[in-house]
């Protein structure tokens, strides 16, 4: 299983980007996928994560809101829509790939594919 990030850039804080995570070698119909960031000096956390079963959604608190993260299947890409960014938002965005399961449930850990990351970074 492969995963690609894109959509990563500069922003200013109030502003929005859109990443992707384009998955080869499996569906999603068969994997949750994981959004994760790491900020500068932090470690890496979970962001947010679709299910491979009915899109159950799961948001890190302080992102609930601002950030909306979706699929498309026929495309085989999943996004994450950041609204609202603050320099705290700042770092290098992973999405990784939990699977093959099926189920209508996803989690903030157990992902054993990761894509090579996207930077975010916000200015004040």
């Known amino acids: 299983l492969q995963?690609?990030?894109?959509?990563?850039?500069?922003?200013?804080?109030?502003?929005?980007?859109?990443?992707?995570?384009?998955?080869?070698?499996?569906?999603?119909?068969?994997?949750?996928?994981?959004?994760?960031?790491?900020?500068?000096?932090?470690?890496?956390?979970?962001?947010?994560?679709?299910?491979?079963?009915?899109?159950?959604?799961?948001?890190?608190?302080?992102?609930?809101?601002?950030?909306?993260i979706s699929k498309d299947n026929a495309k085989n890409t999943v996004y994450l829509q950041l609204d609202s960014l603050t320099p705290e938002d700042t770092g290098v965005y992973y999405c990784a790939a939990d699977g093959p399961t099926i189920q209508a449930a996803c989690f903030m850990w157990g992902y054993g594919s990761w894509g090579q990351g996207t930077q975010v970074t916000v200015s004040s």
């Open 3 to 68: 995963l690609v990030e894109s959509g990563g850039g500069l922003v200013h804080t109030g502003g929005s980007l859109r990443l992707s995570c384009t998955v080869s070698g499996g569906t999603l119909d068969k994997y949750a996928i994981g959004w994760f960031r790491r900020a500068p000096g932090k470690e890496r956390e979970g962001v947010s994560c679709i299910s491979s079963r009915d899109d159950i959604t799961k948001y890190k608190d302080s992102v609930k809101g601002r950030f909306t």
